[in-house]
C-alpha cells in the first residue's frame, strides 16, 4: 500500500473541508477515486474521516505543543500535523511509521523548513502524550471535539444526555438496508445476504429495515442492480411507516433528493399512488432520478421552492405531505463530520425561518382532513418540537398525531418524536440517526 501517497491525499480532502468550505461528500469522492486498491481508498477514508471527526481536539493538542502560531499561507502544516497526531493516537499506524511518513510529506508540500517543525511536535508529544491529552481535555468541547456553541447547547437541551450525543457523533455509522417489498419480503433478502457470507440482522424498529454487521462494498450485493433494496439508516425508513400512505393517494414529497423516501413511499403502496416529488436544487434531481429508475418506481419530478408554491403547484390538493425540512444535520454528524465545523448559530437562526415559510406555505396545498409529516435530521428543538409547537399555536385548523412509537423520546414541549444518534437508554441496540418527526393532520371541513 503506498502510504505516503494516501496520506497526502488525505491532507488534501481535509485543506478542502476545512481551509476551503467544501463538501466532505463531494471532496471524498473525488479523493478516492484515484485509488484502485480497494486498501487504500479504505486508509484514506479512515484518515480523512477521523480527522475531521476529532479536529478540534487534535487543533486544541497542537496548539499546546507549539509556541507560535504559523502564518495563514501555512495552514497545510498545521493540518498535517493534525493527521499525524490521529494516527498516533486513534489509528494501528506504529508510532515511528506515523512520525516519519507524516514528516516525509512536507517534501510534496515543498517545504523543506517544515520538516524538522512537525517532526518535532509529533515527537514532543509522543513524550507526554498522556498528560497532554489530560490537559485539553479539561475542556468538553475539546474532549468530545465539538464546537462550542453547540456544546454547550446540547448540555442544555438534553442535560442527560449531551455527553452521549457528542460520543455517538464520533463513532463510525452503521450501515443499514431498507428491503424493498415489492421485491422480496426481508427474511428473503437476509437469507440471500447469509448465502453470500455477509453478517446482518433485522432492524427492530423497521419492518423492511435490516443492519449490517460491518461495512461492505453495497453495488456487489445480491439483488442490488435489480432494485431488490436500498441504503438508508433506520430513522429515516421511519417516514413512509408514519405517514403510512395508500393505494391512489396525492402525495407530496417536498425538498425530495436524493430521493430516498420518496422511493420508500412508493414502495409502501406497490408504485400505485401520485407521488409529486418536489427538488428546489436543480443537481440533485440527477440522483433522484436515478434511485426510481433502478427501482422501477414512478413519480412526477419537479425543480421548485417548497416555500413558494405558486411558482409550480396547480392547485389540486394533496392527500398527504412528506415535509423533510432543510435543516442544521446536526442529527448526522457522525456520517458527516464537517458538518461541525461548517454550521454556525446564524445558520440555525436562518433555518428555523425557512422552516417555517415552507411548513406555513404547504399548508394551503393539504386537503382538509390530510395529513402532513414534518421531519429533520436535526436534534435541536428550535428545528423540531419549538418549530412544530409555534405552528400549531398560530395554526386553528392544525392538529398534532400522537406518535405511538418504540422508539425515540418524547422532546419537552411533548410534540413529536425525537430520535438522538447512538444507541441512548430509550432506543437500546436501535443506533440510529438522529432525527425527529412530527405528524399533523388538517381539520376536515
Known amino acids: 500500500m503506498s502510504e505516503i501517497n494516501s496520506r497526502f491525499v488525505a491532507l488534501k480532502i481535509c485543506l478542502n473541508v476545512i481551509e ?21 481508498r479504505s486508509f484514506t477514508q479512515n484518515l480523512v474521516l477521523g480527522t475531521l471527526r476529532w479536529q478540534l481536539r487534535l487543533e486544541a493538542i497542537r496548539d499546546s505543543l507549539v509556541k507560535k502560531r504559523l502564518r495563514d499561507k501555512d495552514e497545510d502544516v498545521n493540518q498535517l ?33 517544515a520538516k524538522g517543525f512537525v517532526n518535532g511536535v509529533l515527537r514532543n508529544f509522543l513524550r507526554d502524550q498522556e498528560g497532554i491529552t489530560a490537559a485539553v481535555d479539561v475542556k468538553p468541547a475539546h474532549k468530545y471535539s465539538h464546537p462550542q456553541w453547540f456544546t454547550k447547547t446540547l448540555r442544555k ?4 444526555h449531551w455527553q452521549a450525543i457528542l460520543e455517538a457523533n464520533n463513532l463510525p455509522a452503521p450501515i443499514n438496508l431498507r428491503n424493498n417489498q415489492m421485491h422480496q419480503t426481508r427474511d428473503e433478502l ?7 457470507g455477509i453478517e ?13 454487521a460491518q461495512s461492505a462494498d453495497i453495488s456487489q450485493f445480491p439483488t442490488f442492480e435489480a432494485g431488490g433494496f436500498s441504503v438508508q439508516d433506520a430513522a429515516a425508513q421511519q417516514a413512509a411507516a408514519l405517514l403510512n400512505p395508500q393505494k391512489g393517494m396525492h402525495i407530496l414529497d417536498a425538498c425530495a433528493a436524493p430521493g430516498g423516501k420518496t422511493c420508500h413511499l412508493l414502495e409502501r403502496v406497490d408504485n400505485q399512488a401520485r407521488l409529486f416529488a418536489l427538488e428546489k436544487e436543480p443537481e440533485r434531481i440527477e440522483r433522484l432520478s436515478e434511485n426510481l429508475y433502478r427501482l422501477d418506481l414512478t413519480a412526477d419530478i419537479e425543480v421548485g421552492d417548497a416555500s413558494a408554491p405558486d411558482d409550480w403547484w396547480n392547485g389540486e390538493l394533496f392527500d398527504q405531505i412528506l415535509l423533510d425540512a432543510p435543516c442544521s444535520a446536526t442529527g448526522i454528524i457522525r456520517r458527516h463530520p464537517d458538518i461541525k465545523w461548517h454550521r454556525t448559530p446564524e445558520d440555525i437562526e436562518a433555518l428555523v425561518i425557512l ?10 396545498t ?12 436535526s436534534v435541536l428543538p428550535q428545528e423540531n418540537s419549538e418549530q412544530v409547537k409555534q405552528f400549531l399555536d398560530k395554526t386553528p385548523n392544525a392538529s398534532e398525531t400522537p406518535l405511538t412509537v418504540d422508539w425515540g423520546m418524547t422532546p419537552n414541549s411533548g410534540i413529536g418524536r425525537q430520535i438522538l444518534p447512538g444507541n441512548q437508554a430509550e432506543q437500546a441496540h436501535s443506533n440510529m440517526d438522529g432525527f425527529y ?9
Open 20 to 40: 476551503h468550505g467544501r463538501s466532505l461528500s463531494q471532496s471524498l469522492g473525488e479523493g478516492l477515486a484515484q485509488f484502485q486498491d480497494r486498501r487504500e
Open 81 to 113: 500535523i493534525l493527521i499525524g497526531l490521529y494516527q498516533i493516537i486513534y489509528m494501528d499506524t506504529p508510532e515511528h511509521a506515523a512520525v516519519s511518513e507524516t514528516v516525509n510529506l512536507t517534501k510534496k508540500l515543498k517545504k523543506p523548513w
Open 157 to 160: 437541551q438534553y442535560p442527560d
Open 190 to 196: 437476509l437469507a440471500l445476504l447469509t448465502k453470500e
Open 200 to 212: 446482518a440482522f433485522a432492524h427492530p424498529f423497521c419492518d423492511n429495515g435490516i443492519q449490517l
Open 355 to 364: 422552516q417555517d415559510e415552507i411548513l406555513t406555505a404547504l399548508w394551503n
Open 366 to 377: 393539504l386537503k382538509p382532513g390530510g395529513t402532513l409529516l414534518y421531519a429533520t435530521c
Open 437 to 445: 418527526y412530527a405528524l399533523l393532520q388538517k381539520e376536515a371541513l
